[in-house]
């Protein structure tokens, strides 16, 4: 059997999110949640959106894009629940607890999981995530000219940086790790490591502050559950049987790729967006699209479920510096 249920994100004017909490008399009692529940027979999902929130909290929804659509199979129950999260972006009315429930409005970066029901853990990454994610390239002899250009990228707006160094020793990468990781806080930008599991594992890079892991897709493989030590994790997939893998490990967000022919690997065989968009349909995690995209690409890739773009030449230069570059 398959129970869809909607939920809605609604944001005030300083970014903060709308909680409530759940009564005691059901399942997950006294978690929190997005407000929703579950669609009618026969019911399209944005009215059943709409009337969820009146019900709930007495406002008027006019206007909701989607965020991400997780599932949840139960073996017990022969049971599929997919719950289909909406960001609210437009409505009349002042929300209140029609129903009893207490509401609170968060900074989306204190939402604890822990909180929540489990399913909420993927819906919670996607709304702490930026949707433009930079892949560093690699970097060629001047380090000072590598780390200005990183930074004219961040005053771009840039939130989430993979640092890509495959040419360099761990020496050589902790050494630039050092200076990025300091710009990236400058400017409140996430920061991740793609470097060799095992280097990872061995703490090599502990004592640079603040930064997340990003592991290839044949690294992933070796992992059966999350590491404990990186705030933050992704990783890159290919296949749907990466993207289970990812998931299965509590991966905060994977890169799928190649969507498009791509310089990189030329070799590659693209998958398309439409098969991207069906992968990332049951992915249950936040999913960024890679591979021959740029800045340009980001409406199409959130309409087919993305949480955002990944890209290396898409986002190291902006446009008006690879004209001034072609000139
Ligand atoms: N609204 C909502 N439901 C969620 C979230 N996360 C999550 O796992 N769920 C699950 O989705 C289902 C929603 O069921 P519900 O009982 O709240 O739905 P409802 O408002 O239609 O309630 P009703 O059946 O009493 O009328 C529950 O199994 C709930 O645990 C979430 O963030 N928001």
Redesign the pocket.
């Known amino acids: 059997m398959i129970?869809t249920?909607?939920?809605g994100v609604i944001t005030d004017s300083s970014g903060r999110v709308l909680i409530t909490q759940?009564r005691a008399d059901?399942?997950?009692a006294g978690?929190w949640?997005?407000?929703?529940?579950?669609l009618n027979p026969q019911e399209a999902p944005l009215a059943g959106l709409a009337r969820?929130l009146t019900e709930?909290l007495g406002i008027t929804l006019t206007a909701a894009q989607p965020l991400i659509t997780v599932h949840?199979d139960n073996p017990l129950t022969q049971r599929r629940?997919w719950?289909s999260?909406y960001r609210v972006t437009a409505y009349h009315g002042q929300p209140n607890g029609c129903e009893g429930q207490p509401l609170r409005w968060c900074d989306p970066q204190t939402l604890d999981p822990a909180e929540?029901?489990?399913?909420?853990r993927p819906?919670i990454r996607a709304l702490q995530l930026p949707n433009l994610s930079l892949i560093t390239p690699e970097p060629t002899g001047d380090v000072a000219a590598f780390v200005r250009q990183l930074e004219r990228a961040l005053q771009t707006g840039i939130q989430l940086v993979q640092l890509r160094a495959k040419s360099l020793t761990d020496g050589e990468f902790a050494q630039l790790a050092q200076q990025v990781s300091g710009m990236c806080q400058q400017y409140s930008a996430q920061l991740v490591f793609n470097r060799p599991l095992a280097s990872l594992q061995r703490g090599t890079f502990n004592a640079i502050a603040h930064h997340g892991w990003h592991l290839t897709a044949a690294d992933l493989s070796q992992l059966t559950q999350r590491p404990t030590a990186p705030a933050l994790l992704g990783v890159s997939c290919h296949t749907a049987a990466d993207l289970r893998h990812a998931a299965q490990v509590e991966a905060d967000y994977a890169l799928l790729s190649p969507v498009q022919p791509t310089r990189s690997h030329p070799d590659a065989q693209p998958l398309g967006w439409e098969q991207f968009s069906q992968l990332v349909a049951t992915a249950n995690l936040p999913v960024y699209a890679l591979g021959g995209v740029g800045r340009e690409h980001l409406i199409h890739a959130q309409q087919c479920g993305a949480q955002g773009i990944a890209a290396i030449r898409g986002l190291w230069r902006d446009q008006s510096q690879h004209q001034a570059t072609a000139a």
Do not use: I, N, S, W
């Open positions: 129970l249920v909607v939920a759940r059901v399942p997950f978690c949640e997005f407000p929703g529940g579950k969820e709930e949840h629940l719950l999260v929540f029901p489990p399913l909420d819906v």
